[in-house]
């Protein structure tokens, strides 16, 4: 069965600390791995996309990275802007469909 | 660029009645469009895929009788919600997916979704 754990589920930061969440998963036939970041009331920003293991790639604060199993989106100096819950999603080979993790709720306090 | 409107984005309606959402690709054209649904503090969960011109394939569990899905363009997709109850209330969002006649991309460009409340 196919899953995705993202991890931690919360996590405060202060402005300029800079962190790493994870993401798990095992899905067969791996298309390729989404981000997304999620504002209240708001639909999924793409944030993403990698397609095989090793591939990073990078946006102002953000960087994501790919391994066989695992996804990271590390965030450097982050401000309270980016505060956001972050949404991993690998593509199920085959179908095409996003399969969601939880997300982390990410807080950068000023 | 890559920008998907969803209407109405807040709907308030009565018990039994039908709900159409609808969702537009803006500046792109979109073989296939995606409806989930996100309740409080949980992740997207996907209720059915949409190919332009084609029948709408369902996820287990969900109701095709009462989740009616229309994509009669590349660009529009519709999701009716049949005799509402309180337990359909929730957050509706739809994604298109870029037209790829390449290498495959598979980014799912997201509305800003539409929160029904059936009372």
């Known amino acids: 069965e196919d899953q995705v754990t993202q991890s931690p589920e919360a996590l405060r930061l202060q402005e300029g600390e800079s962190s790493s969440l994870n993401c798990s998963y095992t899905?067969?036939?791996?298309?390729?791995l989404f981000w997304y970041r999620q504002d209240p009331g708001k639909g999924p920003e793409f944030l993403f996309t990698?397609?095989?293991a090793g591939e990073e790639k990078e946006k102002e604060r953000l960087k994501a990275t790919l391994t066989k199993k695992e996804s990271f989106l590390h965030i450097t100096a982050p401000k309270p802007e980016d505060s956001a819950t972050y949404l991993c999603?690998?593509?199920?080979?085959?179908?095409?469909?996003?399969?969601f993790g939880k997300g982390t709720k990410l807080t950068v306090n000023p | 660029g890559a920008v998907v409107s969803q209407h109405p984005s807040r709907v308030i309606c009565k018990s039994g009645t039908s709900v159409k959402i609808e969702c537009r690709s803006l500046?792109?054209?979109?073989?296939?469009m995606f409806w989930y649904r996100q309740f409080p503090k949980q992740s997207l969960m996907l209720m059915a895929t949409?190919?332009?011109?084609?029948?709408?394939?369902?996820e287990q569990g969900v109701e095709k009788d009462k989740f009616l899905i229309n994509h009669a363009s590349l660009t529009l997709s519709t999701l009716t919600v049949t005799s509402a109850h309180p337990e359909d209330s929730s957050f509706y969002i739809c994604?298109?997916?870029?037209?790829?006649?390449?290498?495959?991309?598979?980014?799912?460009?997201f509305g800003p979704g539409t929160r029904l409340l059936v009372l």
């Open positions: 994604s298109a997916r870029y037209l790829n006649r390449g290498k495959y991309q598979g980014t799912q460009y």
């Open positions: 899905v067969s036939g791996l298309r390729g």
């Open positions: 990698l397609y095989s």
């Open positions: 999603a690998p593509s199920q080979g085959g179908s095409e469909k996003l399969v």
């Open positions: 500046d792109f054209q979109a073989t296939t």
């Open positions: 949409s190919n332009e011109g084609s029948k709408a394939t369902y």
